[in-house]
């Protein structure tokens, strides 16, 4: 059974940066790739970034440019370091790994909160 544990989110200034850790153990052996989504209060849970066993990654549109999405495999760890953060980051952040040939992240961890002031 996949177990996925996120850490790291906090309290930071606008501008300022933090860095989300999930660590992964029981990924099946078609494992493909982890993500990281967030949730702000009253909004729909968003895509943020994922990263694919090949080491190719994607990023929504928001986070481009400020956010890096990435992986050690011998640690079963992702990251997400987020830089220049903005109050609109504000969310709690969830980390997800998904199979291959399916579209969807089935598997996730509990939630980190972010909280950015202005």
């Known amino acids: 059974q996949v177990h996925l544990e996120e850490s790291g989110g906090g309290l930071a200034q606008a501008g300022g940066s933090l860095r989300l850790s999930c660590v992964a153990s029981?990924?099946?052996?078609?494992?493909?790739?982890m993500a990281w989504f967030r949730q702000a209060p009253g909004k729909e849970r968003e895509f943020v970034a994922d990263?694919?066993?090949?080491?190719?990654?994607y990023y929504a549109d928001s986070v481009k440019g400020r956010f890096t999405i990435s992986k050690d495999d011998e640690k079963s760890t992702v990251y997400l370091q987020m830089n220049n953060l903005k109050p609109e980051d504000t969310a709690v952040y969830y980390c997800?790994?998904?199979?291959?040939?399916?579209?969807?992240?089935?598997?996730w961890g509990q939630g980190t909160q972010v909280t950015v002031s202005s």
């Open positions: 990263i694919r066993q090949s080491g190719r990654s």
């Open positions: 029981g990924l099946p052996y078609n494992h493909y790739a």
């Open positions: 997800a790994q998904r199979v291959s040939g399916t579209p969807n992240f089935d598997s």
